[in-house]
């Protein structure tokens, strides 16, 4: 077994406890897990990070495609040694997991992402860092340490703060940059529309923002130049209160000069303004090429062909997402998509995948269908809510243990080992592979 990480003692562990009437502080069954998540959180984070786009037919598909693929275990093989250990980027990792980036931690526990980034390091898994974290990168690295980190960025409309949390991010010693492609705008979430919430509108989710040189700069310059608010003005009702205290409540500084100096009202604007870029192409890639030395990753790929074009504008690694149902209603899911674009890209990038996950049996598919690495997100998140720190590591510990015994009883000894023959591929599928480029004459 891997020397880092002991699957049956955390499964010992469990048995232990119930032996003596003790009973999962954090459920360990998917569905149990989100149901107890529900009753630790509002109404309105719950469905801000469990919701998905629409009619939520894309988070269902993304779950329902893994019945699509069943494992196929082979016997009488020496498994009594495994390895967990992946190499990306050039760096060693101990597993293929990662946690993927989720914002506005501060729903989930007020110690957002310190305190996930306390589990990570436990279990010295890489936490992926979002753009729109409840804590500045650079508190959320500190409290990383030596444990390896990257960085999710959603690319502004204004290139000098994208620019900017790049730098920063590298600065704080980030592995990779992970390029957000599929959310230059806000899905249609039905959930969040129906309960009016909006994190970002009430200073929430804001903290990379805030703590940037270059966005206070327009910040300030909004204030000088006294320009209007992106929010229609309305009567003051108590709603209007509290949310006014709370985009307060989040900006830094002191209380005295919040009220006075106007900046957390513009924050909240300003933020809204710059958000957006829906005019992101394939040529904007050499502009972040330029920012940074760090391996680029492209997160949202979902088509066979858009993974083909990564590979000509020579980006270093591919995220097959579909941002865990969050944006297109009725999409293909990701993991049908997983099975398309690993056969086109055929090693020559490291391809990461999202969306769906929801055990250790789930990992090993991905990998088994071209993934080097997954990243988790609603599961340990769910954790986080119900016991903080403890309970994001207990998830990740979990699907960690699973995968460890899929890959012993499914006749498995590395991660390295998992390939298209441990699953069932069904004969027609899903997404067709796109035409090959004739040579020219």
Same mark, same amino acid.
């Given at each position: 077994?891997?020397?880092?990480?002991?699957?049956?003692?955390?499964?010992?562990?469990?048995?232990?406890?119930?032996?003596?009437?003790?009973?999962?502080?954090?459920?360990?069954?998917?569905?149990?897990?989100?149901?107890?998540?529900?009753?630790?959180?509002?109404?309105? #984070?719950?469905?801000?990070? *469990?919701?998905?786009?629409?009619?939520?037919?894309?988070?269902?598909?993304?779950?329902?495609?893994?019945?699509?693929?069943?494992?196929?275990?082979?016997?009488?093989?020496?498994?009594?040694?495994?390895?967990?250990?992946?190499?990306?980027?050039?760096?060693?990792?101990?597993?293929?997991?990662?946690?993927?980036?989720?914002?506005?931690?501060?729903?989930?526990?007020?110690?957002?992402?310190? *305190?996930?980034?306390?589990?990570? $390091?436990?279990?010295?898994?890489?936490?992926?860092?979002?753009?729109?974290?409840?804590?500045?990168?650079?508190?959320?690295?500190?409290?990383?340490?030596?444990?390896? &980190?990257?960085?999710?960025?959603?690319?502004?409309?204004?290139?000098?703060?994208?620019?900017? /949390?790049?730098?920063?991010?590298?600065? +704080?010693?980030?592995?990779?940059?992970?390029?957000? /492609?599929?959310?230059? +705008? &806000?899905?249609?979430?039905?959930?969040?529309?129906?309960?009016?919430?909006?994190?970002? =509108?009430?200073?929430?989710?804001?903290?990379?923002?805030?703590?940037?040189?270059?966005?206070?700069?327009?910040?300030?310059?909004?204030?000088?130049? $006294?320009? #209007?608010?992106?929010?229609?003005?309305?009567?003051?009702?108590?709603?209007?209160?509290?949310?006014?205290?709370?985009?307060?409540?989040?900006?830094?500084?002191?209380?005295?000069?919040?009220?006075?100096?106007?900046?957390?009202?513009? =924050?909240?604007?300003?933020?809204?303004?710059?958000?957006? +870029?829906?005019?992101?192409?394939?040529?904007?890639? *050499?502009?972040?090429?330029?920012?940074?030395?760090?391996?680029?990753?492209?997160?949202?790929?979902?088509?066979?062909?858009?993974?083909?074009?990564?590979?000509?504008?020579?980006?270093?690694?591919?995220?097959?997402?579909?941002?865990?149902?969050?944006?297109?209603?009725?999409?293909? =899911?990701?993991?049908?998509?997983?099975?398309?674009?690993?056969?086109?890209?055929?090693?020559?990038?490291?391809?990461?995948?999202?969306?769906?996950?929801?055990?250790?049996?789930?990992?090993? $598919?991905? /990998? =088994?269908?071209?993934?080097?690495?997954?990243?988790?997100?609603?599961?340990?998140?769910?954790?986080?809510?119900?016991?903080?720190?403890?309970?994001?590591?207990?998830? &990740?510990?979990?699907?960690?243990?699973?995968?460890?015994?899929? &890959?012993?009883?499914?006749?498995?000894?590395?991660?390295?080992?998992?390939?298209?023959? +441990?699953?069932?591929?069904?004969?027609?599928?899903?997404?067709?592979?796109?035409?090959?480029?004739?040579?020219?004459?």
């Amino acid at each position: 077994m891997s020397s880092s990480f002991n699957a049956r003692a955390v499964q010992g562990a469990i048995y232990a406890d119930g032996a003596y009437g003790r009973l999962p502080r954090v459920p360990v069954e998917p569905d149990l897990l989100a149901a107890k998540a529900e009753k630790h959180l509002t109404p309105e #984070a719950w469905w801000y990070v *469990a919701g998905s786009a629409g009619q939520q037919r894309t988070a269902k598909a993304n779950t329902a495609a893994f019945d699509r693929y069943p494992i196929v275990p082979r016997m009488l093989r020496d498994v009594k040694n495994r390895s967990l250990g992946v190499e990306l980027f050039g760096h060693s990792y101990s597993s293929p997991l990662l946690f993927a980036p989720i914002g506005v931690l501060e729903m989930a526990h007020p110690q957002a992402e310190r *305190a996930v980034g306390r589990a990570a $390091k436990a279990l010295n898994i890489p936490m992926v860092l979002s753009t729109q974290g409840s804590t500045p990168m650079e508190v959320t690295s500190a409290e990383l340490g030596e444990s390896p &980190m990257w960085y999710q960025l959603y690319w502004s409309n204004n290139d000098e703060f994208a620019r900017s /949390l790049v730098q920063r991010a590298e600065k +704080c010693g980030a592995h990779a940059i992970v390029v957000t /492609l599929d959310t230059h +705008c &806000m899905g249609w979430r039905v959930k969040d529309l129906d309960l009016g919430f909006l994190p970002f =509108a009430r200073g929430m989710g804001i903290a990379q923002y805030t703590s940037d040189p270059v966005f206070t700069d327009l910040v300030n310059d909004r204030i000088k130049n $006294k320009v #209007a608010s992106a929010l229609p003005k309305q009567s003051p009702t108590l709603g209007a209160i509290w949310t006014l205290a709370s985009i307060i409540g989040h900006y830094p500084g002191r209380l005295v000069d919040k009220l006075f100096s106007g900046q957390p009202r513009a =924050a909240v604007d300003t933020f809204l303004d710059t958000f957006p +870029c829906p005019s992101l192409t394939w040529a904007d890639i *050499a502009k972040l090429r330029a920012w940074t030395t760090l391996p680029i990753v492209l997160k949202g790929i979902q088509h066979p062909a858009d993974a083909l074009l990564a590979l000509e504008h020579g980006v270093d690694g591919i995220s097959v997402s579909n941002h865990g149902g969050r944006q297109v209603d009725g999409a293909i =899911a990701s993991l049908d998509a997983l099975d398309a674009i690993a056969r086109v890209v055929k090693g020559k990038v490291p391809i990461i995948f999202d969306s769906g996950i929801r055990s250790g049996a789930d990992v090993f $598919k991905a /990998l =088994a269908l071209g993934a080097d690495a997954v990243m988790v997100g609603r599961p340990w998140l769910f954790g986080l809510a119900i016991d903080g720190a403890d309970g994001a590591k207990a998830v &990740m510990e979990r699907i960690l243990a699973e995968l460890d015994f899929t &890959m012993s009883l499914s006749g498995v000894s590395s991660v390295k080992a998992i390939g298209r023959e +441990c699953v069932v591929v069904p004969k027609e599928p899903v997404l067709a592979l796109p035409a090959e480029k004739k040579d020219e004459e």
